[in-house]
């Protein structure tokens, strides 16, 4: 028996998705099974490092997602359009689908989900987040009997790997990009990268997946790495911490009530404390822990990028789709473990709700009695302090590092607009929170 | 619609597994769907934390793999015998089966897995090795498509916990060793793990897996930690390592021809280069590392025992098994990433031909020319060697300690036999391997 694929792109995954299916020697049996029937390009002639029939290739896209031979749509061209609408057209058309494509989903999960269900067919997408680390199917598959409390992630490894060199060599954060830039590890606009926003397309999968609801991408709090300063790597260090971008989810309890129970879905940079699991992880891996009842914590770790470990993420979602249609035939119901069964939206909290540590960098006049009106200020909002140093000058400036107890992020942030109207105070570069 | 599994055993992982479906609230819907028909028990009287209906409780365990109303048996008595009776009964009864015992399972894995694919039934052990950790479906159905070239796993939380003791305080093996029993980490009789016996399952187990093929636990060459010493652990972190028992399963190479290809399975202490992911596995936690292509590495965390991490894999793959028959009805052929598909014995490599790095500790009588004539012994044997360096004395007896480069593990045992033979050699104590 043999499923036959239309392959929506052929750049990087789509061409390591291909050279696993040409190469099945040392896999799974299965590989064998998966034939590559069409292969949409944008031109025919384009050098290529794969040799595939001339009659696979094709630049027909809507041809391949509406082939009534095509079993299961592999969408790997990235971007928002046209990648949405083929994949609607062809859940239309009966195919089931796998992509790699984090932001379409993130945004227009919802109605792709609902579409799929209604066609009776499966949409996987192993690949969208942490590369090739197998997360999705675990938490679907394995982890989903647990009461699921949250989810933290490093899911980005472009951020990672300049908090990562940013600590080893004590540079600046924009040296560090225009470095990462060079080696590939970072694009040309940095923007989705450093600013947090790959992060939190995945994390609103990951959340969706944990806590079984749909998640609204603009309902997620999200900061990039531009704010973290080398002072603020050197000073964590001599704190215990290292400083990471970090995507969380996560609920506070399990009640057992219908009540509507509000999760934090949020993307910031972070203290994390250096024996912490996720502490170690450096360069451009990715690692997930989840943590939930009575499974306690789990982590998974690897290479979150890369053609190799995305193709590997890739086939994988062809394999299993192949294997139960393989087992049941034409299903006349999903498989509830890979298909998706939830149509309500989670709350998310709004961020000034939340309770955390925080971590706050100041430059002040270099006057007798700011320590005082700092920390007077804090404690008029409700803001307890664990320590407040005097790190040393930034010129004429005096810099002055601040570490809260857990506090409300709504008084320590009203703290802070008090605290920008101080005459003594020159700016507050950065804000982070602390694990 | 329900699923009806009958539980065998009520211990620790038992009771996890009981509560876990007792309260459905907060987890994947399908744990609403099973029911525990019976539960079989070794008395009737014995106050327990969980409640049961009690018809369902029942000595009589054969009556449940027989009874006909049981879809899935639950095997969590541990230990051979009946366990494995048990199993091959229930699957003679057409019943599915999940169980969590390794030990069952690295022996018997071959007549359970025939009996099952004649009978038609799934056969799952997510349980069986990394406790909660999602390892053994991972590599059914997700990594599956890679060519898997190694598994290196910390499986054995008990020796682990021991070597990070030793590491962290400096004692001896058999003073952690007394603490870990008393703080229930290590059993009355310790044999199982510190001679790594169990990590010797469970490597047979992800072996089999891996690389598709059935492993004879015999051929896995085993060795403890008992022999590690403190100045061992001393003398690796002063050289950048750390020592643990590892579990190695690997191929050298991907081999298009049908010649049958030598693995290497075993199980021995290591020392591991502190920037290793494997090096900050601490304490009683478990870790496997996967490695293959395109994927790369991948890392598979989490708490390796234990009765909540345990019952949620036992769990997980009940519903795996309720998923699959809820899609397929009685299906003809059975789900080809759940089932066990191969049938042939891998061939495993003698310990003789393995090359690695070795370390080792000799204890000799203080006279010039030692270092010279231990240099010059495994010299003659082809044993070339990075550091031979005398690091202090025990007693009277000059300590040294050798490192070598990568060396064919029979020419170095040669060496060392005829360095046992030399005057001013008192013993070797330890014989380690560098990763």
């Known amino acids: 028996m043999a499923f036959k694929i239309g392959l929506l792109g052929l750049g990087t995954v789509g061409t390591g998705t291909a050279q696993i299916l040409q190469q099945p020697t040392g896999r799974h049996p299965m590989v064998?099974?998966?034939?590559?029937?069409?292969?949409?390009?944008?031109?025919?002639?384009?050098?290529?490092?794969?040799?595939?029939?001339?009659?696979?290739?094709?630049?027909?896209?809507?041809?391949?997602?509406?082939?009534?031979?095509?079993?299961?749509?592999?969408?790997?061209?990235?971007?928002?359009?046209?990648?949405?609408?083929?994949?609607?057209?062809?859940?239309?058309?009966g195919k089931h689908v796998v992509t790699a494509n984090k932001a379409v989903i993130s945004r227009y999960g919802d109605e792709i989900f609902t579409a799929a269900n209604q066609a009776g067919v499966y949409v996987l997408l192993e690949a969208a987040v942490g590369g090739g680390i197998p997360v999705i199917q675990p938490l679907k598959q394995s982890l989903g009997v647990n009461q699921i409390t949250s989810i933290t992630?490093?899911?980005?490894?472009?951020?990672?790997?300049?908090?990562?060199?940013?600590?080893?060599?004590?540079?600046?954060?924009?040296?560090?990009?225009?470095?990462?830039?060079?080696?590939?590890?970072?694009?040309?606009?940095?923007?989705?990268?450093?600013?947090?926003?790959?992060?939190?397309?995945?994390?609103?999968?990951?959340?969706?997946?944990a806590f079984g609801g749909r998640i609204k991408l603009q309902d997620i709090h999200c900061e990039g790495i531009r704010q973290v300063g080398a002072a603020d790597i050197a000073y964590a260090e001599k704190l215990g911490?290292?400083?990471?971008?970090?995507?969380?989810?996560?609920?506070?309890?399990?009640?057992?009530?219908?009540?509507?129970?509000?999760?934090?879905?949020?993307?910031?940079?972070?203290?994390?404390?250096?024996?912490?699991?996720?502490?170690?992880?450096?360069?451009?891996?990715?690692?997930?822990?989840?943590?939930?009842?009575?499974?306690?914590?789990?982590?998974?770790?690897?290479?979150?990028?890369?053609?190799?470990?995305t193709a590997s993420a890739v086939v994988s979602d062809i394999v299993n789709i192949a294997a139960v249609l393989k087992t049941?035939?034409?299903?006349?119901?999903?498989?509830?473990?890979?298909?998706?069964?939830?149509?309500?939206?989670c709350a998310i909290a709004p961020i000034g709700e939340l309770v955390t540590r925080f971590y706050a960098r100041f430059l002040t006049k270099d006057h007798p009695g700011v320590i005082g009106s700092l920390g007077t200020c804090f404690g008029k909002h409700n803001v307890s302090l664990e320590s407040i140093v005097q790190t040393g000058f930034q010129g004429d400036l005096a810099e002055i590092v601040v570490v809260t107890h857990d506090v409300r992020e709504g008084d320590f942030r009203q703290a802070l607009e008090q605290i920008r109207t101080l005459d003594a105070v020159d700016s507050i570069p950065s804000i982070l929170r602390v694990l």
Chains 1, 2 share one sequence.
């Open 328 to 345: 049941s035939g034409s299903p006349e119901e999903l498989h509830p473990l890979l298909s998706c069964t939830h149509q309500h939206y």
């Open 32 to 93: 064998q099974e998966i034939v590559i029937h069409k292969v949409g390009v944008r031109s025919l002639d384009k050098p290529r490092s794969i040799s595939l029939p001339p009659e696979v290739l094709t630049t027909d896209v809507e041809g391949i997602v509406t082939d009534p031979a095509v079993d299961i749509v592999v969408e790997v061209l990235g971007g928002l359009e046209p990648a949405r609408s083929l994949i609607l057209q062809a859940i239309a058309h």
């Open 241 to 309: 911490f290292v400083i990471k971008l970090l995507a969380v989810a996560k609920r506070e309890s399990i009640v057992d009530t219908s009540e509507e129970e509000m999760l934090q879905v949020r993307v910031h940079p972070t203290l994390v404390p250096t024996a912490h699991p996720l502490a170690s992880i450096s360069g451009v891996y990715n690692a997930i822990l989840v943590e939930g009842e009575p499974i306690g914590q789990v982590m998974f770790f690897g290479p979150g990028a890369g053609a190799g470990p």
């Open 153 to 209: 992630g490093i899911v980005n490894g472009t951020t990672n790997y300049i908090l990562t060199k940013m600590q080893s060599t004590g540079a600046a954060f924009t040296d560090i990009l225009s470095e990462a830039q060079q080696l590939g590890y970072a694009e040309a606009d940095p923007t989705a990268d450093v600013d947090g926003l790959d992060a939190a397309d995945k994390i609103a999968i990951l959340a969706s997946l």
